[in-house]
């Protein structure tokens, strides 16, 4: 990154915000209590921590959901659970979300749905302290938490604005401020740069928010919107690919003061349902408290760069040469 944009975000860099951060993270999610009958609601990862609490959450309100996971296993006894307990439709699409073949087919599938998608949830993730790359040879961080939510987004995008609404959550976290000066676009890979996890997973979650930056515009005035949420500090499976080491620190010294996923089940249930956040979208939300992402998730020159990007790796750039990106509408929201 150039010492430009780091001199630039130095400058945007506020110690209120991260005040605020601290105080947001804090409070209780605000409560959606409205039902959600016979919508439709797509959860990528549901079958553990925060996806498999937030897929029960909407199953309760009356929710039928389709869920996007890569164990066959845990799809079936989730889809079970769910059925049972709750009444509703529960149907899995299998999918390795770290495979660009995979996304890809996944998001034709949901493009050929004939039932509206309700709300979409971008929740798979993976946290990595050594790096692994995918059959692609990708950053694997990298794909499962941007690249597969930009695919699926880019192939929805006609289907979801020719419905009344949709919502999507990207399910994002206050680890994006890991990549504290930027993403280096010429090294998205990670070869010339020394890897760790923090830093990939910074980048990965950043990249996630700029891309948000872009389809928000691209969705304006259509009433789809799309949001990143921060599903607070929460026990769940988390890391579990990692060494015993890694594994030994969380147990004994994070997971004891990680709160519950029910918590960030409720958020996003509210940033999914609530009436309030209809018409609100490009946001980033502390749970439920919008919240200004760090200077580098809010660096517009660098979404545009990203989204061109992101079409090359994902093999997208012919499709979207056919439309192309309006840059001034971005630059001038
Ligand atoms: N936990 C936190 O405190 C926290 C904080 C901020 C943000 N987040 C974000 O929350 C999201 C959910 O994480 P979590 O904490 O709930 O972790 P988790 O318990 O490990 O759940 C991750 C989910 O993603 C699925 N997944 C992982 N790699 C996949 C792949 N290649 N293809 C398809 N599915 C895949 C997992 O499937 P399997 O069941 O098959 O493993 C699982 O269902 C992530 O995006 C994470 O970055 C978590």
């Given at each position: 990154?150039?010492?430009?944009?780091?001199?630039?975000?130095?400058?945007?860099?506020?110690w209120?915000?991260?005040f605020?951060?601290?105080?947001n993270?804090r409070?209780a999610p605000?409560?959606?209590?409205?039902?959600?009958?016979g919508?439709?609601?797509?959860?990528?990862?549901?079958t553990?921590?925060?996806?498999?609490?937030?897929?029960?959450?909407?199953?309760?309100q009356g929710a039928n959901?389709l869920?996007?996971n890569?164990n066959?296993?845990k799809?079936?006894?989730l889809?079970r659970e769910?059925?049972?307990?709750?009444?509703?439709?529960?149907d899995?699409?299998l999918a390795?979300l770290?495979?660009?073949?995979?996304?890809h087919?996944?998001?034709?599938?949901?493009?050929?749905?004939h039932a509206?998608?309700d709300?979409?949830i971008?929740?798979?993730g993976?946290?990595?302290?050594?790096?692994?790359?995918?059959p692609?040879g990708?950053d694997?961080?990298l794909?499962?938490?941007?690249l597969?939510s930009?695919?699926?987004n880019y192939?929805?995008m006609?289907k979801?604005?020719?419905q009344?609404?949709?919502?999507?959550?990207?399910v994002s976290?206050?680890?994006h401020?890991?990549?504290a000066?930027?993403l280096?676009?010429?090294?998205?890979n990670?070869?010339k740069?020394?890897?760790?996890g923090?830093?990939?997973?910074g980048?990965?979650?950043?990249s996630?928010?700029?891309?948000?930056l872009?389809?928000?515009?691209?969705f304006?005035?259509?009433?789809?919107?799309?949001?990143?949420?921060?599903p607070?500090?929460v026990?769940?499976?988390?890391?579990?690919?990692?060494?015993?080491?890694?594994?030994?620190w969380?147990?004994t010294?994070?997971?004891?003061?990680?709160?519950t996923?029910a918590i960030?089940?409720?958020?996003?249930?509210y940033?999914?349902?609530?009436?309030?956040?209809?018409h609100?979208?490009?946001?980033f939300?502390?749970l439920?408290?919008?919240?200004?992402p760090a200077p580098?998730?809010?660096d517009h020159?660098l979404?545009l760069?990203l989204?061109n990007t992101s079409?090359e790796?994902a093999g997208?750039?012919d499709?979207?040469?056919?439309h192309?990106?309006?840059?001034?509408?971005?630059?001038?929201?």
């Amino acid at each position: 990154m150039s010492t430009r944009k780091v001199f630039q975000y130095y400058r945007a860099y506020q110690w209120t915000d991260i005040f605020a951060m601290i105080r947001n993270s804090r409070q209780a999610p605000k409560v959606c209590t409205d039902r959600f009958d016979g919508k439709l609601v797509v959860i990528t990862g549901a079958t553990s921590g925060i996806g498999y609490s937030t897929a029960r959450k909407y199953a309760a309100q009356g929710a039928n959901l389709l869920c996007v996971n890569r164990n066959s296993e845990k799809s079936e006894a989730l889809r079970r659970e769910v059925e049972d307990e709750f009444s509703v439709r529960c149907d899995c699409l299998l999918a390795d979300l770290s495979s660009l073949e995979d996304i890809h087919r996944v998001a034709h599938e949901l493009a050929s749905l004939h039932a509206p998608i309700d709300v979409l949830i971008h929740n798979a993730g993976v946290y990595l302290t050594e790096q692994e790359r995918t059959p692609d040879g990708l950053d694997k961080v990298l794909v499962v938490h941007h690249l597969s939510s930009f695919i699926i987004n880019y192939v929805l995008m006609e289907k979801l604005k020719a419905q009344d609404s949709a919502r999507i959550l990207l399910v994002s976290s206050e680890g994006h401020r890991f990549a504290a000066w930027g993403l280096n676009l010429d090294d998205v890979n990670w070869e010339k740069r020394r890897y760790t996890g923090l830093r990939s997973y910074g980048a990965a979650k950043t990249s996630q928010l700029l891309s948000m930056l872009v389809f928000a515009d691209r969705f304006r005035d259509s009433g789809v919107t799309i949001n990143a949420v921060h599903p607070g500090a929460v026990k769940t499976e988390t890391g579990q690919e990692n060494g015993p080491l890694y594994r030994w620190w969380k147990k004994t010294f994070y997971d004891p003061i990680l709160k519950t996923p029910a918590i960030s089940a409720e958020a996003l249930y509210y940033c999914g349902a609530s009436t309030e956040l209809e018409h609100v979208s490009g946001r980033f939300f502390n749970l439920t408290i919008e919240e200004k992402p760090a200077p580098p998730a809010r660096d517009h020159d660098l979404a545009l760069a990203l989204w061109n990007t992101s079409l090359e790796l994902a093999g997208l750039a012919d499709a979207a040469a056919e439309h192309p990106l309006s840059n001034s509408i971005l630059k001038a929201s």
